[in-house]
T-cell receptor, first 112, second 112 residues
């Protein structure tokens, strides 16, 4: 089954404790991205990657890092999380042929 | 910068009522347009998309949308809503700059 998976689905952490949210897709898509969803703000892009070892900033990259060492994986790294990063995070991969993004199930992060 | 406006933040309807959700974008060039739906506790799913051709596109679950280029609009419609349509709806635009820009979303509540 074609899908985008994220782990963990829920995470509660404390300020400053490094964390990684994993994202994996099995559709061989080259393009992947991370979004955060906040009430009243919709989805905003954090980072995207057009292929292995190619990443670029989206609209709200501050406080986040990503890496793309393999085509299927695109982890999101918060080196020193802060409470304003409490949000719902979605990973997505895009089909070049269909120009359609497929979203993961989301990760709800709470930073205390 | 490209932007997407969804004017209705919250919509409450009774079952069988007709639905129209507004979406306007700001970009003068060629666009690909999308509507995504997010059911409570779930990830985003594609409802429909417009790339070219017939400006009236039909999607899943009886939804349709009309692209009006002169008005920079892509409004979503459904003739008769059901309780199961309760969800949040997002309009999104891809201008070809490797980024999908989302509107802030419209929460639809359908009362039985």
């Amino acid at each position: 089954e074609a899908q985008v998976t994220q782990n963990p689905r829920y995470l509660i952490t404390v300020t400053g404790k490094k964390l990684t949210v994993t994202c994996s897709q099995n559709m061989n898509h080259e393009y992947m991205s991370w979004y955060r969803q906040d009430p009243g703000l919709g989805l905003r892009q954090i980072y995207y990657s057009m292929n292995v070892e190619v990443t670029d900033k989206g609209d709200v990259p501050e406080g986040y890092k990503v890496s793309r060492k393999e085509k299927r994986n695109f982890p999101l790294i918060l080196e020193s999380p802060s409470p304003n990063q409490t949000s719902l995070y979605f990973c997505a991969s895009r089909s070049e042929v269909r120009d359609t993004q497929y979203f993961g199930p989301g990760t709800r992060l709470t930073v205390l | 910068a490209q932007s997407v406006s969804q004017h209705n933040h919250h919509v409450i309807l009774s079952e069988a009522a007709s639905l129209e959700l507004g979406c306007n974008y700001s970009y003068g060039g060629t666009v690909n347009l999308f509507w995504y739906v997010q059911y409570p506790g779930q990830h985003l799913q594609l409802l429909l998309k417009y790339f070219s051709g017939d400006p009236l596109v039909k999607g899943i679950k009886g939804f349709e949308a009309e692209f009006i280029k002169s008005k920079f609009s892509f409004n979503l419609r459904k003739p008769s809503v059901q309780w199961s349509d309760t969800a949040e709806y997002f309009c999104a635009v891809n201008t070809g700059f490797q980024k999908l820009v989302f509107g802030t979303g419209t929460r639809l509540l359908v009362s039985p």
